[in-house]
């Protein structure tokens, strides 16, 4: 059974800041990939940013000097600081471990909300 939780969503001003916070356990038996994806109301999932388990990292466009994705590979824990965040980063986050085999895991999500 695989278990990934998200935490740390919630209501925040604009030019405010969240951490969302995941952690992966059960059995995935690889955590290659570890990232945060993102989807609006009437949107498509779109990828936010992720990070290999060797430290490499990936950001969209849209959040790139805003966002930053952090690891820890021996917790199987992965973490997005948003700072500087604007109305239209107001989505679902859904945390996704990504085995490399073509096998992805995704967590419940969790709201953020960015008001103006």
């Known amino acids: 059974q695989v278990h990934i939780v998200e935490s740390g969503g919630g209501l925040v001003q604009s030019g405010g800041s969240l951490r969302l916070s995941c952690a992966a356990s059960?059995?995935?038996?690889?955590?290659?990939?570890m990232g945060w994806y993102r989807q609006a109301p009437g949107k498509e999932r779109e990828l936010v940013a992720d990070i290999r388990s060797g430290g490499s990292t990936n950001y969209a466009d849209f959040v790139k000097g805003r966002f930053t994705i952090s690891r820890d590979n021996a917790k199987n824990t992965v973490s997005l600081q948003m700072n500087s965040l604007k109305p239209e980063d107001t989505a679902v986050y859904y945390c996704?471990?990504?085995?490399?085999?073509?096998?992805?895991?995704w967590g419940q999500g969790t709201q953020v909300t960015v008001s103006s």
């Open positions: 059960g059995r995935i038996f690889s955590f290659y990939v």
């Open positions: 996704n471990v990504n085995t490399g085999t073509g096998i992805h895991y």
